[in-house]
């Protein structure tokens, strides 16, 4: 086995096109009924990062075959201690080792670039679980992700549900991401989840404005199309609530709806419900090829799981993060 670093942006398309061959072989063995992935803008999607962050990949081959892939997000700003891997082997080439060299090298890398963490995430059930667990991984972050099959909505229910608001609210769906005079107040109303882990990767960190354009700039640039429906406070113009979704270029058919949130001082007035409902009605006009969306929220976060049990979502995967410190990992991972 031979392992190399890999930068997917000059790569070949041959190459590109093994990445793909394997992922959808290793989605097909591990989460069967997945959507697979296409090719549609998947360079940049592996290799496109944020401004201040830095992305760093290697292959395993085996007879000049790929056999296996680490991708490394080298995140920046407050979250700069950590590095997030990204890890898989082929199904026919599993047992083998090429998963403990792989993570070993992008640990050693890590701990080069004074990370002080590698955090994983990882669908419970799966062998990589155990993978991770026998490498010294601490199980962090629990998140549920549920799925909706648009051929079994009701769209006038969805109708009714997205009108249903409090007096003094309303509701604006942005494709692209909020406009420019809206980016302070949404940046304000996305810190009241700042902690808030898992599955966010593409779209935190950073709240304030400047960094809300850079990471809509890098999603784009990824082949993720966004789009955010905004519940707006009509006296103050202030943004009451927000939800986030996009649409990737390797698979869009599914679409990924991350942060749901209400400012608390305007809980109680039907924003969540109503704005996930107005983004369903508008996303059905604008992207009729999309089947199912995909969202996720904390095990605990009741009001969220009863918003998405309203809509029709049905629990789909437990998803983990998985981290280790890497002041012991590097040392002991190929000999573990
Ligand atoms: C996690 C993964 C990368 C491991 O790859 P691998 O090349 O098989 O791992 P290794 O051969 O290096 O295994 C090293 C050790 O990890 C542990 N391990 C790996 N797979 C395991 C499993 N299924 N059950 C229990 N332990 C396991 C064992 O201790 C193993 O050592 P051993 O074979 O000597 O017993 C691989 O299972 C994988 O690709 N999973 C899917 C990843 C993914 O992203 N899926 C996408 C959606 S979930």
Redesign the pocket.
């Known amino acids: 086995m031979r392992i190399r670093e890999w930068n997917p942006a000059t790569a070949p398309d041959r190459e590109i096109d093994a990445w793909l061959r394997v992922f959808n072989a290793?989605?097909a063995a591990?989460?069967p009924g997945e959507p697979l992935w296409r090719h549609d803008r998947l360079r940049e999607y592996l290799s496109v990062a944020m401004p201040g962050e830095r992305r760093a990949a290697w292959i395993a081959e085996v007879d000049g075959e790929l056999v296996?892939y680490v991708g490394e997000l080298l995140l920046g700003y407050d979250l700069s201690g950590t590095a997030v891997i990204?890890?898989?082997?082929d199904p026919a080439?599993?047992?083998?080792?090429?998963?403990?060299?792989l993570l070993a090298t992008a640990a050693e890398h890590a701990a080069a670039q004074h990370r002080q963490s590698v955090t994983a995430e990882?669908?419970e059930g799966?062998?990589?679980a155990?993978?991770y667990a026998?490498?010294g991984f601490a199980r962090t972050v629990v998140e549920e992700s549920s799925l909706l099959d648009l051929s079994t909505v009701d769209w006038d229910r969805i109708g009714g549900l997205a009108g249903r608001i409090g007096a003094g609210y309303h509701i604006e769906n942005y494709p692209g991401g909020p406009p420019d005079e809206l980016l302070a107040s949404y940046a304000d109303a996305k810190l009241v989840i700042r902690h808030t882990p898992v599955a966010d990767v593409e779209w935190n960190p950073g709240f304030e404005a400047d960094r809300l354009r850079d990471s809509l700039r890098t999603l784009r640039a990824r082949g993720l199309r966004p789009y955010v429906a905004v519940a707006l406070h009509t006296a103050s113009g202030e943004v009451a609530g927000l939800t986030e979704l996009v649409i990737p270029a390797h698979r869009p058919q599914r679409a990924d709806q991350y942060d749901t949130i209400v400012v608390p001082a305007h809980r109680g007035y039907g924003l969540g419900l109503a704005m996930k409902a107005r983004m369903l009605a508008d996303l059905r006009a604008a992207e009729p090829q999309v089947r199912e969306v995909q969202t996720w929220q904390a095990v605990e976060d009741e009001p969220m799981l009863r918003v998405n049990a309203v809509l029709g979502f049905r629990p789909d995967h437990l998803w983990c993060e998985y981290e280790a410190p890497l002041t012991s990992l590097p040392r002991n991972l190929r000999t573990a």
Not at 86 to 89: I, Q, V, Y
Not at 93 to 101: D, F, K, N, P, S
């Open positions: 290793v989605l591990d989460l296996g990204e890890l898989f082997t080439h599993r047992r083998t080792g090429v998963g403990r060299e990882v669908v799966t062998p990589t155990e993978f026998a490498r």
